[in-house]
């Protein structure tokens, strides 16, 4: 591995992640490469292109239909224990593929995801795990929060030892070769060690997590409403409120195999939460194996010394036996808390809820899981919340993620192996502080559309609540926004008019430290089809109706082919950059069914321009041979007349040659200009030539003209937009489109009647006599008249 990169874009939480790496062959046979890259379990990748040697292969979202077979090429492979698994908060992308002697490979990946607010701050992280050391090594952070960055951090780097909070004990400072630079709205983050400074930290190229932390200014009404392009996303996180009351039952694995660490260090994690519980708090124990172990009979006491010494001594007298009857375990502990709602005069304004952590699966009593999630819901009637916590390798993830689903709750996993103490401790935290209940956010129906959750039972102290939707009238100056809640003093009623400051692109664009054309510049709509597709994704796992699940499953679908993400339901196919006659090989690339986690995707969804949807072609583009490439020589074919006219020009450096012009009738006018470069050794030529620009200009029915390079693209319509060559895009203009093939092709269509294909010339090692170039190729002249002229145009 020769270089191996990483360059983040953060835009109001919606984080862009690019990941690049470079691998060689430089021995005498094939070898197979592997290319590993561990990535959050909630992003979405957005796509996988490959390069080996002088192929390319690209990614197509494709919906899925049935199961298909994994092509050797390129795959994803399921994680070989939880370990690696989206329950513990992140997954493993794999790509393997067999680089030919003396060549290298090049791989890109690109996720997305948004980021969630816990204890106060946001947690930006990417896996440095190249497992070796590499000679380039960088990552990149770029943020950009308009409402101000008020708090920025970066811990060490976080390894397995040190999973849960980020540091190493006695070390707060960031990782060496970390270089921060901060203004009130911008701040970028740079981690680019040496092959040295890599050995310090890990010899076998293992380097862990690097993490980026901050926090925003904050809005004290209604929150920071974000609109842009008819899309709005609504942040609300108040604060300075004083905590709710809290009703809590721990529901506790005590079974057998439970011994050893893992009780330990619940029994010092609970020692912990007890005495961080508040005076006007009420709270109970469950102990459960084969039998149900209740601490105080039928009731919850209140938070008083004398309480907690008892609770504590309780806890440390629970040793391992048994088995596990989670069902029997979750029925008492939503029975005392129902009963204790029912009978006593609690605060309405408290907040109840079950904090439930098990090692294992059902052993004992029902232990068929949709029974055991039809009991818990009957038993629970939405009255509170259940959180759930797994320890080990052993715990049924999806039992437990489904029921605090079902249940308003969180679920979190923990590795035996790490310090799950401070795990739980810190997940008791994020909702240990409630601070508002029954949380509704509106707008006016005829205002807005689409709107993604918008009742939340609970807000707690450090988090976050986002909303997202489209705007109905772009026209509108404002949009009304009506937030009502509880807390622990009165009922809150909140209400504004946020102004509409509609951006244009050139807004957009004029931010330090973005590139011109990026697709980050429609943040909003890909945070809006984020979450959109999230919530799809949870009602469907939620539902047991099949013809409900059947039309979550469509839905979630075609938003993720909009959107070129991949989700259980869609799959990626690869392909061969570069024109082809006959039917391009293809390669599949399939997500596993089991969770949302395990996918591949495309690359283009995130390069696209501001309200752009990549969208693939089916079919493959037929070139006619009219055409100039090379140094140049030309070909005018004619297709009636079943021949064809070649001839070549032996022009400067600097010159431009007319290619098409039909200004008049399809008002296109096309030209090439030349770039010189030496003649090869012993050949007939001072020099050669190659067109390194070409320039096409439409002018009906409106104005649009694009200038097109090796390596970059730019349309100028109005407004100024650039574009990379090395990356997948669709932007349409009017009545023009323009589509790239990264580091392949540009095809340029014009009313759907006149088609050119630039192909694209890079070498990697040029020869003095070889330089990047151009070639022209006249796809579908049907648009132009038969007043056209040029040396192709006639």
């Not at 909630?42 to 192929?55: P, V």
């Not at 190229?205 to 904050?218: Q, T």
């Not at 899309?231 to 005590?254: E, G, I, Q, R």
């Amino acid at each position: 591995m020769s270089e191996f990169s990483v360059k983040s874009t953060i835009i109001s939480r919606y984080a862009f992640t690019t990941v690049f790496c470079t691998m060689v062959n430089s021995g005498s046979e094939a070898r197979e490469a592997v290319f590993e890259m561990q990535i959050p379990a909630a992003a979405f990748i957005s796509n996988f292109t490959m390069s080996i040697g002088n192929k390319t292969y690209y990614g197509e979202v494709t919906g899925k239909e049935k199961k298909h077979s994994t092509d050797d090429k390129a795959k994803m492979k399921k994680p070989p224990s939880p370990v690696n698994g989206r329950e513990n908060g992140y997954e493993t992308f794999k790509a393997s593929v067999f680089i030919p002697r003396k060549m290298q490979a090049n791989f890109l990946l690109h996720y997305e995801e948004l980021l969630q607010r816990r204890l106060g701050k946001y947690e930006y992280m990417v896996s440095i795990r190249p497992q070796q050391l590499v000679g380039r090594l960088r990552v990149e952070v770029n943020i950009l929060e308009n409402s101000g960055i008020i708090s920025l951090e970066v811990p060490p780097l976080r390894n397995s030892k040190h999973k849960g909070n980020g540091k190493a004990e006695g070390d707060v400072s960031p990782p060496p070769s970390t270089v921060i630079g901060q203004t009130k709205t911008l701040a970028k983050v740079t981690f680019s060690p040496n092959v040295v400074e890599q050995t310090k930290i890990a010899r076998n190229g293992i380097l862990g997590d690097f993490i980026v932390r901050y926090d925003v200014n904050r809005e004290l009404s209604v929150g920071d409403v974000q609109i842009l392009n008819g899309y709005f996303v609504h942040y609300f996180a108040p604060m300075d409120l004083p905590p709710l009351p809290k009703n809590v039952v721990f529901v506790l694995d005590s079974s057998a195999s439970m011994v050893g660490t893992k009780l330990r260090q619940t029994k010092e994690a609970l020692f912990t939460i007890l005495q961080d519980l508040r005076p006007e708090d009420h709270f109970n124990i469950i102990g459960f194996s084969n039998r149900i172990k209740v601490w105080q009979q039928d009731r919850l006491v209140p938070v008083t010394p004398n309480n907690i010494r008892d609770a504590k001594k309780y806890i440390h007298n629970m040793s391992p036996t048994g088995g596990t009857n989670i069902n029997s375990a979750l029925q008492t502990g939503a029975k005392l808390l129902n009963d204790y709602i029912a009978q006593n005069n609690i605060d309405a304004r408290s907040v109840s809820l079950i904090i439930f952590l098990t090692d294992g699966r059902p052993t004992v009593g029902e232990t068929q899981s949709s029974k055991i999630l039809s009991n818990t819901k009957d038993a629970i009637r939405d009255k509170f919340c259940l959180f759930t916590i797994g320890i080990g390798n052993d715990v049924d993830y999806k039992l437990l993620e489904r029921m605090a689903l079902e249940n308003c709750g969180m679920v979190r996993h923990f590795q035996e192996d790490e310090d799950a103490a401070s795990h739980l401790k810190g997940f008791y935290d994020e909702i240990g502080t409630p601070l508002l209940s029954d949380i509704r956010i509106d707008y006016p129906e005829d205002s807005v559309e689409q709107v993604t959750q918008n009742f939340f039972p609970n807000y707690f102290n450090g988090s976050e609540i986002i909303i997202a939707g489209k705007l109905i009238n772009r026209t509108s100056d404002s949009l009304h926004v009506e937030v009502t809640a509880s807390n622990s003093k009165k009922y809150i009623l909140l209400k504004t008019d946020v102004a509409i400051d509609l951006p244009s692109t050139n807004d957009i664009r004029a931010i330090p430290g973005l590139e011109d054309g990026r697709g980050d510049q429609n943040y909003i709509e890909r945070a809006w089809s984020y979450l959109t597709i999230k919530e799809l994704l949870n009602s469907r796992l939620k539902s047991n109706d099949n013809q409900e699940k059947e039309y979550l499953t469509e839905k979630a679908k075609s938003m993720a082919l909009a959107y070129n993400f991949v989700t259980p339901f869609t799959y990626l196919k690869m392909r061969e950059a570069g024109l082809h006659s006959e039917p391009p090989h293809e390669e599949l690339i399939s997500p596993s069914t089991d969770g949302i986690g395990e996918k591949l995707q495309s690359l283009q969804g995130h390069k696209a321009p501001p309200g752009i949807r990549r969208h693939q072609d089916k079919q493959r583009i037929k070139i006619s041979k009219t055409s100039a490439d090379g140094d140049p020589h030309f070909v005018i074919d004619f297709p009636s007349s079943k021949f064809s006219v070649c001839f070549n020009i032996d022009g400067e450096p600097g010159d431009i040659l007319r290619l098409v012009s039909d200004h008049k009738e399809s008002g296109v006018t096309v030209n090439g200009q030349l770039i010189g470069a030496p003649a090869p050794p012993n050949g007939h030529k001072k020099h050669r030539t190659y067109f390194n620009t070409i320039t096409i200009l439409s002018n009906k029915p409106e104005r649009s003209y694009l200038e097109i390079t090796p390596t970059r693209i730019i349309l100028d319509d109005g407004e100024r937009l650039i574009l990379s060559c090395d990356r997948n895009a669709v932007v349409r203009s009017g009545s023009l489109e323009v589509s790239i093939s990264a580091n392949s092709n540009i095809t340029v269509t014009i009313r759907d009647t006149i088609s050119f294909v630039i192909l694209i010339h890079r070498y990697k090692k040029p020869a003095p006599y070889q330089k990047d170039h151009l070639g022209f190729y006249i796809s579908n002249s049907k648009g132009l008249s038969s007043d056209s002229h040029g040396l192709l145009g006639k």
